[in-house]
């Protein structure tokens, strides 16, 4: 630790000797929440998880059976990450020994903690002393929103570990004048998370807000040295564009129909307060509270009263408050999923640090301040840790849906936000003996969902993990990543007069979709229902359907039909 450094934890912590040997105690503290956080987190994915894979994890580990340079929705590194996770567990011999789930998980539980370290690093660069960067930490592990997504193998794991350390050496630009390699560390970081999350480009956005209406930044944001480090974070974009130009540009179709903005989309003026009440919700309510009171009374204090630390302030506010206005702006023309504004979240975290550490206040002030981070706190660890658990919920959930009409099968689901991550082993094991029995002549049957998500849950849970396909941008849905793999849709040829194994709804012969089924798929039949329970308590409900010979679907004529 360095001499001013030193000087700053001692004017927070005490005085002399005392104050930093408190300081130390804070920067061992430090590490360990981050050690504890990664071992809870390594036990829970891989011995105490109840949870099966997400829809999302399962379409990712298909796409990492299928690597390529870029895919429909997203860009690779995700795919990259879970194949590796895959061959390193195989290379360490501890596939065998753990759930498979797990070994798809891992990875995000250590990208959790390359975060933490992220986050640490950042505080201590723009001045916060070690008890201020420990307050961090545990704003973080007290947004729910983020120990979910610490053993969640989406795209958030190495998006927002990507955000934070290209925030880590921005802010090194800005503090330090050796600032080359810091700009060449960025710019890669940059790239890399481009591949992770098409979010990343926002960071673009923050420089040149902050070039523009910074003058403190100005002067280390706008050199050649940062304009070429630009450049090559773009490059992130290169394998994007070379599949999107082989593939009618889909993503980028893709993209702005979420963004709302690919056809006259109306203007909602509900929707930001759609997209607040789901920030509250997932984000902690006392945190997001505290930030939204930071950004609109523009309170992004100083640390240390430093010019050149709080270069480095300024940029993480700037940042946060981009990022944020950003996703506000867009739930006016689109549905904001609530994940999407997490990098404001987690740079705001250090705001809020920043802000509870101030020293300027009279004792009655900080009590009340010192109240509201206990309380913001406990109640986001309270609910984390409910969250891993809401199986141990189902009795209370079955009550609140008692009251449900009889034609809802899975009223209590309704309750759980972890419903859809549920059962899908259980699924996979009677498709897996539907398969065994539909198998005619040597020809085993065709795997069909009507969503992208089942049909990637059904790959990854039915035994033997078969290659499954889905049609649902053929039943009046979205294209998927399953419409640019071989599929019955289009290579009809190969897949014509196999027996057929479908999971899905089949509605009425009147409507569009029960007819397309029923001339694709001849007789089809329902034999088998899966429920998932707990207890008494129904959670997930599924028809699996079977057909003798599969007979074709045809794509719509127009590509005005197509949903993307």
Request: glycine share 10%; aromatic share 10%.
């Amino acid at each position: 630790m360095d001499a001013p450094q030193q000087a700053a934890d001692s004017a927070v912590l005490g005085v002399g000797t005392s104050g930093v040997a408190s300081a130390t105690r804070y920067m061992y503290a430090c590490f360990a929440v981050v050690l504890l956080g990664l071992v809870l987190n390594l036990l829970y994915v891989c011995y105490q998880c109840p949870l099966d894979l997400s829809g999302d994890e399962a379409h990712y580990w298909d796409w990492s059976r299928h690597l390529d340079v870029s895919y429909y929705s997203k860009g690779p590194l995700v795919a990259y990450i879970i194949a590796g996770g895959r061959w390193f567990a195989g290379a360490l011999g501890i596939s065998a020994s753990l759930d498979p789930a797990a070994v798809v998980r891992l990875p995000a539980v250590l990208l959790a903690a390359l975060s933490s370290i992220g986050v640490i690093v950042l505080c201590r660069d723009i001045g916060l002393t070690w008890r201020g960067t420990l307050l961090a930490l545990l704003i973080c592990a007290s947004v729910p929103m983020f120990t979910v997504g610490a053993v969640l193998m989406t795209i958030d794991a190495p998006f927002l570990c990507a955000w934070i350390w290209a925030h880590v050496f921005i802010v090194k630009t800005l503090i330090d004048h050796r600032s080359m390699g810091y700009w060449v560390a960025a710019a890669i970081i940059v790239a890399l998370g481009i591949l992770a999350k098409y979010t990343m480009v926002l960071i673009f956005a923050v420089i040149g807000v902050g070039v523009l209406f910074r003058s403190d930044l100005r002067k280390r944001l706008l050199t050649r040295t940062s304009i070429a480090a630009g450049l090559v974070g773009l490059a992130g974009l290169l394998p994007i564009v070379i599949w999107n130009s082989a593939h009618g540009w889909v993503s980028f179709r893709h993209v702005a129909g979420q963004a709302g903005v690919a056809q006259g989309s109306g203007f909602d003026l509900g929707g930001p307060i759609e997209f607040l009440a789901a920030q509250f919700g997932v984000s902690n309510p006392v945190w997001v509270a505290v930030l939204l009171t930071l950004l609109i009374w523009r309170k992004s204090p100083s640390v240390q009263g430093n010019n050149t630390t709080d270069r480095g302030t300024s940029f993480v506010a700037l940042s946060t408050t981009c990022v944020f206005v950003v996703f506000l702006g867009f739930s006016f023309i689109t549905k904001v999923q609530p994940n999407w504004p997490a990098p404001a979240i987690l740079t705001g975290a250090i705001l809020i640090a920043c802000w509870a550490m101030r020293n300027d206040r009279n004792r009655q002030t900080q009590r009340r301040v010192n109240r509201i981070v206990a309380i913001g706190i406990v109640l986001g660890l309270a609910v984390s840790g409910i969250g891993r658990r809401t199986d141990l919920l189902a009795p209370i959930c079955g009550r609140l849906a008692s009251g449900s009409p009889p034609w809802e099968l899975t009223p209590a689901a309704k309750y759980d936000p972890a419903a859809r991550l549920r059962g899908w082993h259980e699924l996979g094991a009677a498709i897996g003996d539907v398969m065994l029995e539909m198998e005619t002549n040597g020809k085993p049957p065709i795997l069909m969902a009507d969503h992208y998500q089942v049909a990637s849950e059904i790959a990854f849970y039915t035994p033997g993990q078969p290659d499954v396909y889905c049609i649902q941008s053929v039943l009046g849905d979205r294209l998927n990543q399953y419409d640019f793999w071989k599929n019955p849709i289009d290579n009809r040829s190969d897949f014509v007069g196999r027996p057929c194994v479908y999971v899905g709804t089949l509605p009425s012969e009147s409507s569009a979709k029960g007819e397309t089924l029923r001339a694709a798929m001849p007789g089809i039949r329902p034999v088998r229902t899966v429920e998932y329970r707990i207890g008494d308590i129904p959670f997930q409900v599924w028809t699996i359907f079977v057909a003798d010979a599969y007979e074709g679907i045809s794509r719509p004529a127009s590509t005005k039909e197509i949903s993307y």
